[in-house]
């Protein structure tokens, strides 16, 4: 397990940041990607698609290229560095057969002492706000379509088919832009951004407690491992004061 842990300041806020990672027990390696910044208010989590060189290539390439080109934190310029993320996996995918494409979830924070969601795929950001624990972000999959629309139901052999199958990532051949969310922050705030490695393996309800009774990351990431760890985990818990 690797932790890491930073301070920020943003206008007249204080964010402690934490974040891990682990393998799990099904894949080889891992295939998550984790950034914390050590200088800005940045953390970027990634998550392959497969355990190939193309899940590989797709999510180091990612947040590399998503770090580089967050300068302008504003939509325009968020905009934008999603579509420097499309192109450079498009084309770190051409010479590598298995599909090469991830998830991006991201929090910046911006020039006015907000901070700005950055969704493509289903890894995930929480919010724990005056004890009220929301997802703040959309899964791109067919199965959210499909539970949202009233199509089947959630616990359906059809959604749990369609889970994975994602309509939105970095790497799709139609390079589709990714929602966008500012969100104000708070003294107590507590966000979590986690791929599905932990979402899939903890409920809502569990994450829920976790947060608001200050779980760690690494106590959190060893809950994926003690539930089965069917998948690559990485967290990033970020409070305000």
């Known amino acids: 397990m690797e932790l890491t842990a930073v301070e ?25 990607v984790l950034h914390l910044d050590g200088a800005r208010p940045l953390a970027v989590v990634a998550d392959g698609m497969g355990d190939g060189p193309g899940s590989t290539a ?4 990612s947040v590399d290229v998503f770090v580089r080109e967050t300068a302008n934190v504003t939509a325009a310029g968020l905009r934008s560095a999603v579509a420097e993320v499309q192109r450079a996996v498009r084309d770190a995918g051409r010479g590598i057969a298995d599909l090469t494409g991830c998830t991006l979830t ?5 020039p006015d002492g907000s901070a700005w969601l950055v969704q493509l795929g289903d890894s ?16 791109h999959t067919a199965a959210w379509l499909g539970i949202l629309n009233g199509w089947y139901a959630a ?26 969310l500012n969100v104000s922050l708070r003294p107590g705030d507590r966000f979590l ?11 809502d309800r569990r994450l829920a407690a976790a947060v608001a009774d200050r ?9 994926t491992l003690d539930n089965g760890g069917d998948d690559n ?5 970020i409070q305000v004061a």
């Open 8 to 32: 920020w300041v943003l206008g007249q806020r204080l964010l402690t940041a934490t974040a891990g990672s682990v393998v799990g027990n099904r894949y080889p390696a891992n295939f998550d």
């Open 58 to 61: 797709a999510g180091r390439t």
């Open 106 to 110: 991201a929090f910046a924070g911006g």
């Open 124 to 139: 995930r950001a929480y919010r724990l706000r005056d004890g009220v624990f929301e997802l703040l972000t959309s899964d």
């Open 155 to 180: 616990d359906s052999r059809e959604a749990f088919r369609d889970r994975h199958r994602l309509t939105r990532y970095a790497g799709h051949p139609d390079m589709p832009e990714p929602d966008l």
């Open 193 to 203: 951004l986690c791929t599905d490695g932990v979402s899939d393996q903890i409920h």
């Open 215 to 223: 779980t760690t990351v690494a106590e959190l990431l060893a809950e």
């Open 233 to 237: 985990a990485t967290a990033v818990i």
